[in-house]
């Protein structure tokens, strides 16, 4: 289990790297009231959860793109930082990318550019705790704008779910994570809605 945060809502992992933006928007919490709830993997007070968290998605990162697993150490003052992150790439994710409006500064975070002996380029996050997740997942998306997969990544149109997944249609068309689920669940409330106002 590389993508515990994906793996709780049933999805399949977005491809590459794009997998650790898509975990660490997994896990904010969702579902309705009750025993099928996810919690909040980087709550306040969950500091073990998200430490656990961390290290599986940074290893699923690693074997994914190649590089060498790196041993994150998270603090309660990272936890709030990773909330905000993860909040300003869902209302990036929201906005399309598409540039105009008014602008809003989100996180920044540094990285390295490495030129290989074999002249291929490289981004290497930098820092420690929230910083380097905020280094590395940033990094991972701006490789999927620049390799134009960065718009497949999306949020369930559902509210209570708001689960982040990897739109694999053919045109790009999916605005649910689960046809079955959250697509029925819409289609019954806006025939619902029609026949009420139709009555």
Same mark, same amino acid.
């Given at each position: 289990?590389?993508?515990? #945060? &994906?793996?709780? /809502?049933?999805?399949?992992?977005?491809?590459?790297?794009?997998?650790?933006?898509?975990?660490?928007?997994?896990?904010?919490?969702?579902?309705?009231?009750?025993?099928?709830?996810?919690?909040?993997?980087?709550?306040?007070?969950?500091?073990?959860?998200?430490?656990?968290?961390?290290?599986? #998605?940074?290893?699923?990162?690693?074997?994914? &793109?190649?590089?060498?697993?790196? /041993?994150? @150490?998270?603090?309660?003052?990272?936890?709030?930082?990773?909330?905000?992150?993860?909040?300003?790439?869902?209302?990036?994710? !929201?906005?399309?990318?598409?540039?105009?409006?008014?602008? @809003?500064?989100? &996180?920044?975070?540094?990285?390295?550019?490495?030129?290989?002996?074999?002249? &291929?380029?490289? @981004?290497?996050?930098?820092?420690?705790?929230?910083?380097?997740?905020?280094?590395?997942?940033? !990094?991972?998306?701006?490789?999927?704008? !620049?390799?134009?997969?960065?718009?497949?990544?999306?949020?369930?149109?559902?509210?209570?779910?708001?689960?982040?997944?990897?739109?694999?249609?053919?045109?790009?068309?999916?605005?649910?994570?689960?046809?079955?689920?959250?697509?029925? !669940?819409?289609?019954?409330?806006?025939?619902?809605?029609?026949?009420?106002?139709?009555?």
């Amino acid at each position: 289990m590389n993508w515990p #945060a &994906t793996e709780r /809502h049933c999805l399949s992992p977005a491809p590459g790297g794009l997998a650790l933006v898509q975990e660490l928007l997994n896990t904010a919490p969702a579902g309705r009231p009750g025993p099928a709830d996810l919690p909040d993997l980087l709550g306040d007070g969950a500091l073990g959860a998200a430490q656990e968290w961390a290290d599986l #998605a940074v290893r699923g990162w690693a074997g994914e &793109t190649g590089r060498p697993d790196v /041993h994150l @150490v998270l603090t309660e003052e990272d936890l709030p930082k990773l909330r905000c992150l993860r909040d300003q790439v869902r209302r990036a994710l !929201a906005a399309g990318g598409g540039g105009g409006g008014d602008a @809003v500064r989100f &996180t920044s975070a540094p990285v390295v550019v490495g030129l290989a002996g074999d002249g &291929t380029l490289t @981004v290497e996050p930098e820092g420690a705790g929230a910083r380097w997740l905020a280094s590395a997942a940033l !990094a991972e998306g701006l490789l999927a704008q !620049a390799s134009g997969v960065w718009r497949r990544l999306k949020i369930c149109r559902n509210p209570s779910c708001a689960a982040a997944f990897y739109d694999r249609s053919r045109n790009n068309s999916g605005v649910w994570h689960s046809v079955r689920g959250c697509g029925n !669940a819409a289609h019954l409330r806006a025939c619902r809605e029609r026949r009420r106002v139709r009555a």
